[in-house]
């Protein structure tokens, strides 16, 4: 009978590569999965803990599934270096046992990387010219590339070259969220080419241990870099695409509450007029030319819509204004709402 085997190991005898004494005896050959399933939780502790730090501090809110995503990733994380670790030290009957469990763990990370990425895509209900859809190519392309890797992994389990290069690669694409998270690196925030060549440099280790195993690059290696470089060559090109957006948007649409645009008018639109916020920011809204905008200093005009004379939005992004009013019946702050964050700005005398 069959039986799985998961992340970095070997379920049955390896090729002919790894069956060499030779290249079995070297620390380096026994040692690299290992290595590079201690650095992924590295990776993901330097991404996510300052994110955690701001939810835990209220500033930032997320939806409780988000959390249940983040625990089904971590535990993936550790049981890749788990089984690292037992076909390493040559426990494969544990392995394979475990082997079993990760399958259906694998399945797990699958569903709720696209339960995340829709929710997060319904639930914000994002304008059409919105970067978030954007944001959904490297999500998709995660997914995409996580399910081949995966799969192609268990299906060929009985090869262990191929197997453990699969499970690293399917593992290594997901790290993807971790590293565009890193806002030390230089140029991170610079677009999405960095990113990539960041992640792309994860590769590096895995050609250098091929050349230095056997003086060649591996098929599922050169295969593998293949198909990131290709997705990620799309993504760059049809990123802001405007067809793409408006695909999408079509397609959340009937999932979404419609907005109802109100006109409003120059009595209406007077007492938002002005500047808020403080002595560090401060944002103005203006009318020009019978539209009403918000600018932030150095930036272009946003043009808002409306829903009422007090709930307006912006037509290019993900930014609601609810503004406030006093006894007096003049508005004192602006409550915005991007997403998750939402913060007050009070009227500027």
Request: hydrophobic share 50%; aromatic share 12%.
């Amino acid at each position: 009978m069959n039986k799985f085997s998961t992340p970095a190991g070997t379920a049955q005898p390896a090729s002919t590569m790894d069956q060499n004494p030779a290249i079995q005896s070297t620390r380096r050959d026994r040692y690299f999965f290992v290595v590079m399933a201690v650095l992924f939780p590295i990776l993901v502790l330097l991404g996510f803990v300052p994110d955690y730090q701001v939810i835990l501090s209220g500033e930032v809110k997320v939806h409780w599934f988000t959390h249940v995503h983040g625990a089904i990733m971590t535990a993936w994380l550790g049981v890749f270096l788990m089984q690292s670790v037992l076909a390493v030290r040559g426990k494969l009957a544990l392995h394979r046992k475990l082997g079993l469990l990760s399958v259906g763990l694998g399945v797990l990370v699958w569903l709720t990387m696209g339960i995340v990425t829709f929710r997060a895509l319904i639930g914000n209900n994002p304008p059409m010219a919105d970067g978030q859809f954007d944001i959904l190519f490297i999500q998709l392309y995660g997914m995409l590339l996580f399910g081949v890797f995966f799969t192609w992994g268990i299906l060929v389990r009985k090869n262990g070259a191929s197997h453990k290069r699969l499970l690293l690669l399917a593992t290594l694409v997901i790290m993807q969220a971790a590293i565009d998270r890193i806002r030390f690196l230089p140029g991170i925030q610079a677009g999405v080419f960095p990113r990539f060549l960041y992640l792309d440099a994860l590769l590096i280790p895995l050609f250098i241990y091929d050349w230095l195993m056997f003086r060649r690059i591996h098929t599922i290696t050169g295969l593998g870099l293949l198909l990131i470089g290709s997705l990620q060559v799309g993504i760059i090109l049809g990123w802001e695409s405007p067809v793409w957006h408006q695909f999408w948007f079509n397609r959340i649409s009937p999932f979404v509450e419609q907005v109802v645009e109100v006109k409003l008018s120059n009595a209406q639109t007077a007492p938002l007029l002005g500047d808020y916020g403080d002595k560090t920011w401060h944002m103005t809204v203006s009318h020009v030319d019978s539209l009403l905008y918000l600018q932030l200093p150095g930036q272009p005009r946003l043009e808002l819509g409306a829903i009422s004379d007090t709930r307006l939005f912006v037509r290019t992004i993900n930014w609601k204004l609810l503004f406030v009013k006093g006894p007096d019946g003049r508005v004192t702050k602006v409550i915005n709402d991007q997403i998750s964050i939402v913060w007050e700005a009070r009227r500027l005398k």
